[in-house]
């Protein structure tokens, strides 16, 4: 027993004299050509903002070694949660912050500081073989409502719809339910119809469209592959039927559009300032090459449905 | 044998921070209880249990209608169990019964690289082809449905039935095959009227505990079954899609306000899905008690 603990006990008093040797062996850079990062920046939120995001954060990084950007996905609602509790520095979200988590932030000891930073269009997507080419903004909301179930109701086969949706933690959701299922209305109390799949992904979602014809959904543009059927939509029945594109956006005339945001809390540091200050100018540039509408020539009207 | 004195102490110590290790598992669970009841009661309070067993769940609407729910989870679990109960009863049947040992020692440890595979690919793998297979096959509008959420959770649940159930059959004495063949039984007979009901405890306990699997599995479902909140009732409930309660807290509990009446709801389905889950386990935990006390027999 005691020859068995002395031997336990020099076990343990090796291993910790060689962790002990390989911590202050391991990193000493000696003035190398990159310093090691000196500032990290961490940003959470909206899986709809994460791909520009990143590239913004990839963009920068190497313009400036010295700072280490991190980007994480989850949802606006996540990105904001976690900016209130003060475990990151910027969060991503594709909605704006719903008051009661300003409260949240104020009760925090945070006031919360909003960037528009982009524009998004929103796609609305079928099966490629659906022969729909395009909807009205009300033919959209009578098919997340449930008042239109089949097809055949709007020009197309004979087949029930299935409607798909991103979950209710998604900017895109919340955008989507106010601007078109409620046609943009305040005083609308339309909902979701309960047969609505609720997909925790935008690839759940273009997982299903891509193989099912009965299938339609809706997601930011940035996230719409080519395997997808992009439909046109119009404002109205007289109105003309646009696709949505950089241009189109930009114009006014593609219905679903929204702004995306950055928020911060209180005064930001020199550090996320510089970096805001960065995406707001010279990172502009990067915006189009996800799928995004740059801010320089956003569309002055707003994004709402009429 | 003689000890010295401090040997003695040694060995004192070494056996109680055993015991604390051993009790702080039971001390856990009631801790976790706990902490359901704390963050999930005040649901109770704050809206009318008439919302909160409703019809509707709109979470972000204030509609906390927690049935569909409910029964969207019972709906796959009982569906999966129907699927998984004759395939691993039969295979436990195989396995111990008729397979020759070169067999046996094949199959085991195959049953046990299935109980190995992480959900999320079982997700995956049911999202990108048994859901066009059962659209196809069903004339479904979707193949997000509750049907292939159950073929799902049965493929998840076989292993333990069917490591469980031979188990039970493995229980039953070589003498009772012996006499059943010895009465001029075939050995079908024997096995499906003498070793099969002599086993029958353990094979409702192995019921019970992949029931107790399927219930609180999450990944898998969320990516398979559609998460529509919709009531599963009528003829086509299984080829609708439904949403359980473990894919609804995974999915609303990372953007949920920590303190609002949702965050009280969510914990509140924890705390139902704790006590369904808890009953079966003590249902699996008395009938293995039964059996042993009765020898394996009934």
């Known amino acids: 027993m005691a020859r068995m603990l002395r031997i336990v006990a020099a076990i343990g008093l090796g291993a910790w004299v060689a962790l002990a040797l390989a911590r202050c062996g391991a990193p000493q850079p000696v003035g190398g050509t990159e310093p090691p990062p000196a500032v990290s920046i961490q940003q959470k939120g909206s899986d709809t903002v994460v791909n520009l995001a990143l590239a913004w954060a990839e963009e920068y990084m190497r313009l400036h070694p010295e700072v280490r950007i991190s980007v994480t996905g989850g949802g606006s609602g996540t990105g904001i949660a976690a900016l209130i509790n003060g475990t990151v520095d910027i969060a991503n979200a594709s909605r704006e912050m719903k008051p009661e988590e300003i409260a949240e932030a104020q009760k925090n000891g945070y006031t919360p500081h909003e960037h528009i930073v982009a524009w998004d269009a929103i796609a609305v997507v079928v099966h490629p073989s659906n022969p729909v080419d395009g909807l009205t903004l009300q033919q959209v909301s009578d098919i997340y409502t449930g008042k239109i179930t089949n097809w055949r109701q709007v020009g197309g086969e004979d087949r029930p719809i299935v409607l798909l949706s991103r979950e209710s933690n998604s900017g895109t959701y919340v955008y989507f339910l106010e601007h078109v299922v409620r046609l943009g209305d305040p005083k609308s109390d339309a909902l979701f119809s309960p047969d609505t799949l609720l997909m925790p992904s935008s690839e759940g979602i273009s997982a299903e469209v891509r193989q099912n014809p009965n299938a339609i959904g809706y997601d930011g543009l940035g996230y719409v592959t080519p395997d997808q059927k992009t439909l046109a939509i119009a404002r109205d029945a007289n109105g003309p039927f646009v696709l949505p594109s950089a241009e189109t956006v930009n114009n006014g005339t593609y219905p679903i559009a929204r702004p995306l945001y950055m928020y911060t809390v209180g005064e930001p540091s020199p550090h996320v300032r510089a970096y805001l200050d960065w995406v707001l100018g010279d990172g502009q540039r990067l915006v189009a090459g996800v799928g995004f509408v740059p801010l320089k020539q956003s569309p002055t009207g707003g994004s709402a449905a009429p | ?298």
Do not use: C
């Open chain 2, 1 to 298: 044998m003689k000890q010295k004195p401090h040997l003695r102490w040694v060995e004192f110590a070494i056996e109680s921070l055993i015991r604390v290790i051993g009790f702080s598992t039971v001390g856990f669970v009631i801790l976790i209880f706990l902490f359901l009841l704390r963050e999930g009661l005040p649901a109770f309070a704050q809206i009318d249990l008439g919302n909160l067993f409703g019809t509707r769940w709109y979470p972000t609407f204030g509609l906390f209608g927690t049935l569909p729910l409910i029964l969207g989870s019972v709906l796959i679990t009982i569906s999966a169990i129907v699927i998984a109960l004759p395939l691993g009863v039969a295979t436990a049947m195989f396995i111990r019964e008729v397979a020759p040992n070169w067999a046996r020692e094949i199959l085991k440890p195959m049953i046990e690289v299935l109980a190995g595979i992480p959900s999320v690919v079982l997700g995956f793998f049911g999202m990108t082809l048994v859901a066009p297979i059962v659209r196809e096959t069903f004339g479904a509008p979707t193949g997000l449905v509750a049907f292939t959420g159950a073929l799902i959770l049965a493929y998840m649940s076989l292993p333990t039935i069917i490591s469980v159930a031979e188990d039970a059959l493995d229980a039953v004495p070589k003498m009772y095959r012996d006499a059943g063949l010895a009465m001029g039984a075939t050995q079908w007979q024997t096995i499906w009227r003498v070793v099969v009901p002599a086993a029958r405890s353990g094979i409702v306990t192995a019921v019970m505990l992949g029931m107790g699997r399927a219930i609180g599995e999450t990944m898998a479902v969320m990516m398979v079954t559609g998460n529509a909140a919709r009531m599963p009732l009528g003829l086509d409930a299984l080829f609708r899609p439904v949403r359980t309660m473990t894919a609804t807290v995974a999915a609303e509990m990372g953007e949920v306000a920590h303190g609002s009446v949702h965050y009280h709801v969510l914990f509140a389905i924890g705390i139902i899905l704790f006590v369904i889950t808890f009953f079966i386990n003590l249902a699996a935990a008395s009938t293995m008690f039964r059996k042993r006390r009765r020898g394996g027999l009934r």
